[in-house]
């Protein structure tokens, strides 16, 4: 099916540990997005990738990297792993930066112990 | 405060009844408003789109935007339990860098 594909589904990572975050979206799109999702947070932009070759900083953007690898594939790295980074982190895309819809993937469940 | 306020709900309904979901937010350059529906364990999917003020229908659903009062809804007529799930709403000012403000979502149960 098309869409954004993420992996893995599930993770449990110790403290200090590191890990990617993979996505992949076979739409053609140009723009990608990390989020996280919180209880009574709501979704918060970590980064974004409007076009292959550029990324920039979200809302919360501190403890992560991210690669735009190529047109398709956006990823997310955690470098040392906090009990603060548990949460369920969303990748999207949009035909561009512009678009106001954006399709998501369905999500990594991350916790960090 | 947050520019985006949501009800976190939960909002219970018997089905068949019409649901109204509500958002309100301060920020004035808003013009494209959103809704998204986000099933347990999944992603958020668009459902729907408006541009300024006014309303927009699709099926059962309904946006509405008031600008005036800063003030957007999605309405469901004939709830049904597959319609059970969270709203997000999101907007994006006209301008800037495009990127949308979620609110937090409204969970809804539509029980048979």
């Known amino acids: 099916n098309a869409g954004v594909t993420q992996t893995p589904k599930f993770q449990v990572l110790k403290t200090g540990q590191s890990m990617t975050l993979q996505c992949a979206q076979d739409?053609?799109?140009?723009?990608m997005y990390w989020y996280r999702q919180d209880p009574g947070m709501g979704l918060r932009l970590i980064y974004y990738?409007?076009?292959?070759?550029?990324?920039d900083k979200g809302e919360v953007p501190n403890g992560y990297n991210v690669s735009r690898l190529n047109k398709r594939e956006f990823s997310l790295r955690l470098e040392s792993a906090a009990p603060s980074q548990t949460s369920v982190y969303f990748c999207?895309?949009?035909?561009?930066?512009?678009?106001?819809?954006?399709?998501f993937g369905s999500g990594t469940r991350l916790t960090v112990v | 405060q947050k520019e985006v306020e949501q009800d976190p709900g939960p909002l219970s309904v018997p089905e068949g009844a019409i649901v109204s979901l509500n958002c309100t937010y301060s920020?004035?350059?808003?013009?494209?408003f959103m809704w998204y529906r986000q099933y347990s364990r999944k992603g958020p999917e668009l459902l729907m789109y408006?541009?300024?003020?006014g309303n927009k229908e699709d099926g059962r659903f309904t946006a509405q935007v008031d600008k005036s009062s800063k003030y957007i809804s999605l309405f469901i007529r004939d709830s049904q339990p597959s319609d059970s799930a969270t709203y997000l709403c999101?907007?994006?000012?006209?301008?800037?860098?495009?990127?949308?403000?979620f609110g937090r979502g409204t969970s809804l149960i539509v029980h048979p």
């Open positions: 920020n004035s350059a808003f013009q494209y």
């Open positions: 990738s409007a076009s292959e070759g550029t990324t």
């Open positions: 408006t541009y300024s003020s």
């Open positions: 999207a895309s949009s035909e561009a930066r512009r678009s106001y819809g954006y399709t």
């Open positions: 999101a907007m994006i000012p006209s301008g800037g860098s495009y990127i949308p403000t």
């Open positions: 739409m053609n799109h140009n723009s």
